[in-house]
């Protein structure tokens, strides 16, 4: 009966130990099965600050969505909002529209160099620095080894490679269910992604970031457009891939009805556990193929911890930031959920390069990523690509050299808006 | 002197206020943000008067006039299915049978789900893997499964089709309320001079539901001309920018892209189609609805 009366008590006076400091945290939700180490590493930040709580806003998955929440915070000032997680592609345009806080002080350049390069180039803006690098993606190739093995199939190094060999396991199998090559086709941001990936893995760029030109128009980019369309979509997958993001994409290939996947690094992690995955075992991974005498280009994802202009408790935000890059936290990241960790040192630990081998050969690749060309109207130029790519692979039969030209001129115009750009 | 002291502006001012703060402020700071060039992003180039520049450029922008033509199609489909579904549901809540009083509930729960959620069950009910859509026309041959969302030529019917399970009911609400304002001595008299079913709801039904028809069909116009939830959830306007309705289009424009100016001149239009539709509606059937009685 006392301790019932204690437990009372505590119920009652809990209201009254909230008046301690509130970091409001905007987070897109984790996979359900490692939801916990987030949680965890927000614990442990707030055992570590007595009279801090830590308040997280869920958002939705898809990276897109999430850009119109946070921004609909920024335009508003909201004060609540303290600490937000940013895409690889925004910094840029939070940087220019005064949203994100410069993290200079916090985060002198020595500090930079413990990280991988490309993501900390896609945090700064004319020489200032707006985001921590929490983890960092890049587009990698998953694929069946035991369906290779069984066909004799070496992993294939040129996209025509991975179509024929796809081809010829398809009609050896049999199995109706299974597809050649499932990836992120649906009208989004990740689509961008996927088309980038082939049009620089032949050679060819979005746009001229020094003359601010569009060269979506050029015959070689064009070209990749063009087999992905015909080679791909049309040849080795089926068109219900034209909906998908990266959860169901990533299903189909765990379900074993995918000989091909292209997906970021997570999935090597969701691929190999045994409650989430029939191919446990099964699967390799490799950088993307190229076109035949190109270089494999694969798009920089990853997302960074940022700071609002708005924020009332700065250097709290910051802390907390510290804390969530460490890295002690980065490496739980990387040893439970399969995140790639954005620390370069993290690739000698032996405790995480044992269960995630794959990390050692990712590490090249995480070098040379390619990031998506930095500016602050960067979803105004995606919305066009996406828009292009949709509409030039969805349909069979589309004039890709019309949309290609029209989705050129239509990037030029906005492209012009930086042209003369008086410094404010 | 009197009049002064008459209290009614006084009621009716906290309703003056709140139309006036979340309705008129809102719309006309529309039309104002719409004759600027404003970009979030670009904040160097300042708020700047453009004049009709913003609706000179949509009049010539080809995926705002093709979002158009989208939500113009979407709104010409579901608002007469929706109308007519409507109204044949009203006709039989309106009869009174065993369990009238559940199945009224029932048919308003599409209704009263959350937009958002159903859109996710929708999505989930035409995906290509494991729909239940899919399901039900081929069974277990998933081979042959079609990918709704997928496919440029059927994204938006499907759209369409969660569109009218959703919101079929909320017309049917307003026209039962119009049925049960016909008084029953009405038919009872039409009875007793011979009058077949069809007569009485050809002469009697329609001419008295006919305001609470064209208030649905004016609510259900307007409501899908500003459809966006759906596209927000099933498709994000793809694929190949065949769901891209007029309203999720100038969400893109104002929110993602940051372009104030030019996304606040297509809310501008969808808020004129909208008032043309509705007041074109009300003038072709003119009726009660603004409070003057017909002309009979």
Not at chain 1, 32 to 49: C, L, M, Q, S
Not at chain 2, 54 to 81: K, M
Not at chain 2, 247 to 257: C, D, L, T, V
């Amino acid at each position: 009966m006392p301790s019932l009366f204690v437990l009372f008590l505590i119920l009652l006076l809990a209201p009254l130990a909230q008046a301690q400091t509130q970091l409001r945290f905007v987070t897109w939700q984790p996979e359900t099965e490692t939801a916990w180490v987030w949680d965890k590493a927000i614990f442990d930040f707030e055992a570590r600050h007595a009279g801090v709580k830590v308040v997280r806003e869920v958002g939705p998955h898809s990276s897109t969505e999430f850009h119109d929440l946070v921004t609909q915070k920024l335009r508003n000032r909201d004060p609540q909002m303290d600490v937000f997680f940013m895409d690889v592609i925004w910094p840029a345009e939070f940087a220019a529209a005064g949203w994100a806080l410069p993290l200079d002080t916090f985060f002198p350049a020595p500090e930079r160099q413990s990280f991988f390069a490309a993501p900390i180039q896609a945090d700064s803006y004319e020489g200032r620095i707006y985001g921590v690098p929490v983890f960092i993606d890049t587009g990698m190739l998953y694929y069946r080894k035991d369906l290779l093995d069984k066909h004799d199939l070496s992993p294939p190094r040129t996209w025509p490679e991975l179509v024929r060999q796809a081809k010829l396991i398809l009609a050896q199998e049999r199995d109706p269910y299974l597809t050649g090559y499932s990836a992120q086709f649906k009208q989004y941001e990740g689509l961008v992604c996927n088309m980038m990936e082939f049009i620089l893995g032949n050679g060819a760029t979005l746009w001229d970031e020094r003359r601010l030109q569009s060269t979506l128009n050029d015959a070689k980019a064009k070209e990749a457009v063009r087999f992905v369309r015909d080679q791909i979509i049309a040849a080795i997958s089926h068109r219900g891939i034209l909906a998908y993001q990266e959860p169901e994409s990533l299903a189909l290939f765990t379900q074993g009805k995918a000989i091909f996947h292209r997906n970021w690094p997570y999935a090597w992690a969701v691929a190999n556990d045994p409650r989430q995955s029939k191919v446990v075992g099964k699967v390799g991974i490799m950088p993307l193929p190229a076109f035949p005498g190109q270089k494999s280009a694969s798009a920089l994802g990853g997302w960074q911890l940022a700071i609002s202009r708005f924020s009332r408790h700065p250097q709290l935000a910051w802390e907390f930031i510290e804390h969530m890059t460490s890295s002690e936290i980065q490496k739980r990241i990387a040893l439970y959920t399969g995140r790639a960790p954005a620390r370069r040192a993290l690739y000698r630990d032996t405790e995480i390069l044992k269960r995630n081998p794959q990390f050692e050969s990712q590490y090249e690749t995480f070098l040379l990523a390619a990031p998506r060309p930095r500016t602050p109207v960067y979803q105004p130029l995606s919305n066009i690509m996406q828009r292009y790519f949709s509409s030039a692979i969805a349909i069979a039969d589309s004039d890709i050299d019309r949309l290609a030209g029209s989705a050129s001129r239509d990037m030029d115009r906005v492209l012009d808006l930086l042209r003369n750009r008086r410094l404010p | 002197m009197r009049r002064s002291r008459d209290p009614t502006w006084r009621f009716l001012l906290p309703s003056f206020l709140f139309v006036g703060i979340f309705s008129v402020y809102p719309i006309f700071d529309s039309f104002r943000l719409s004759f600027y060039r404003m970009i979030l992003t670009l904040p160097w180039l300042g708020q700047k008067f453009v004049g009709w520049e913003n609706y000179r450029d949509l009049s010539t922008d080809p995926v705002a006039l093709d979002s158009l033509a989208t939500s113009l199609i979407f709104v010409a489909v579901t608002t007469p299915i929706e109308v007519l579904l409507g109204l044949a549901m009203a006709l039989v809540l309106n009869e009174s049978f065993r369990g009238r009083g559940w199945l009224r509930a029932i048919v308003l729960i599409p209704w009263a789900v959350p937009t958002v959620v159903s859109s996710q069950m929708w999505r989930f009910i035409f995906n290509d893997r494991y729909g239940l859509f899919n399901f039900l026309l081929f069974g277990d041959a998933t081979q042959r499964y079609w990918a709704p969302l997928a496919e440029p030529y059927l994204a938006l019917s499907s759209i369409m089709v969660a569109d009218i399970w959703k919101t079929s009911s909320f017309a049917a609400l307003i026209i039962l309320a119009g049925l049960q304002g016909i008084p029953g001595e009405l038919y009872e008299a039409a009875s007793i001079d011979g009058a077949t079913t069809w007569e009485k709801f050809r002469h009697i039904t329609l001419p008295l539901i006919k305001p609470a028809l064209l208030l649905a069909l004016v609510f259900r116009t307007i409501d899908a001309l500003k459809v966006f939830d759906l596209v927000f959830v099933m498709t994000q306007g793809g694929p190949a920018d065949t769901t891209n309705v007029l309203q999720f289009y100038g969400y893109k424009k104002s929110f993602a892209e940051g372009m104030i100016g030019y996304g606040s001149a297509i809310a501008v239009v969808v808020f004129l189609i909208s008032l043309i539709l509705s007041t074109l509606y009300i003038r072709l059937a003119g009726t009660g609805l603004l409070g003057k009685e017909p002309q009979a």
